[in-house]
């Protein structure tokens, strides 16, 4: 089963940059899906931005103008670098693999498997 892991977070000002990293390990034959994802305190989860294997990517309306997904050659290591923010984007940022395979031998596996999460602050 794949597993991810995300790292990066930390303490910045308004206006700063970060770039969280999302480390995939582990072996499957099933097709998958990396996405971001982040909940505040009080908040429920928003989706952030999506990149597929081929390198396909989506982002949310609130963070496309700001926040760019990457991954690198291998596609065992994901990145959201994220600019220009904002006191509002303080969260936990969690990373999640999302089955996309729907063939037999695949059912067995989880849909949806998260990282630990990492905490980014932003101060104004």
């Known amino acids: 089963q794949v597993q991810v892991a995300e790292s990066g977070g930390g303490s910045v000002e308004a206006g700063g940059s970060l770039r969280l990293s999302c480390a995939v390990s582990?072996?499957?034959?099933?097709?998958?899906?990396i996405e971001w994802y982040r909940q505040a305190p009080g908040k429920e989860r928003e989706f952030l931005s999506r990149?597929?294997?081929?390198?396909?990517?989506t982002y949310a309306d609130s963070v496309k103008d700001r926040f760019t997904i990457s991954q690198n050659s291998a596609k065992n290591t994901i990145y959201l670098q994220m600019n220009r923010l904002k006191p509002e984007d303080t969260a936990m940022y969690s990373c999640?693999?999302?089955?996309?395979?729907?063939?037999?031998?695949?059912?067995?596996?989880?849909?949806?498997?998260w990282g630990q999460g990492t905490q980014v602050t932003v101060s104004s």
């Open positions: 999640k693999k999302e089955r996309r395979d729907y063939t037999p031998y695949c059912q067995t596996e989880p849909v949806s498997v």
């Open positions: 582990g072996f499957t034959y099933c097709n998958y899906n």
């Open positions: 990149i597929e294997r081929d390198g396909l990517t």
